[in-house]
């Protein structure tokens, strides 16, 4: 096996100087430098945050029925009753006997559901 030894010289010293730091807090590249990895502008990541924030408010509004699946290949429709920063809790339309009537769940557990959910309206818009 083949060992080879990097050396350091004043070009790659500055480099990491330029780049390594600002990389780190996901800083903007500077110009004329080609950085390792993604990434990651602040502008982007604010733009993506608000676009989130905007798709919560319409998706979880109270009296918005949300399909959630039960079993497999089987949904039931879930009424949203109550909305807080980080918990939702949903209002079982028809429970069955021994089914509680409210479910509280984190909105970073309904991330799926709500991408199959609005998966599903893009597709039908697109016909």
Do not use: C, H, W
């Not at 083949?2 to 010293?13: G, P, S």
């Not at 959630?68 to 807080?84: A, S, Y």
């Not at 309904?110 to 998966?119: A, E, G, H, K």
């Amino acid at each position: 096996m083949k060992i080879k030894e990097v050396v350091e010289n004043a070009y790659l010293q500055n480099l990491v100087k330029k780049i390594g730091a600002q990389q780190r807090v996901g800083a903007p590249v500077p110009p004329n430098q080609v950085p390792k990895g993604p990434v990651r502008s602040t502008n982007i990541r604010t733009k993506v945050d608000q676009i989130n924030k905007q798709v919560d408010r319409q998706i979880f509004k109270k009296g918005t029925k949300i399909p959630l699946p039960v079993n497999p290949n089987q949904e039931k429709d879930f009424e949203i009753d109550n909305v807080d920063n980080t918990n939702v809790t949903l209002k079982n339309l028809k429970p069955k006997p021994g089914e509680p009537e409210l479910t509280t769940m984190k909105k970073s557990d309904l991330n799926p559901v709500i991408n199959n959910f609005l998966r599903r309206g893009r597709a039908q818009t697109n016909r």
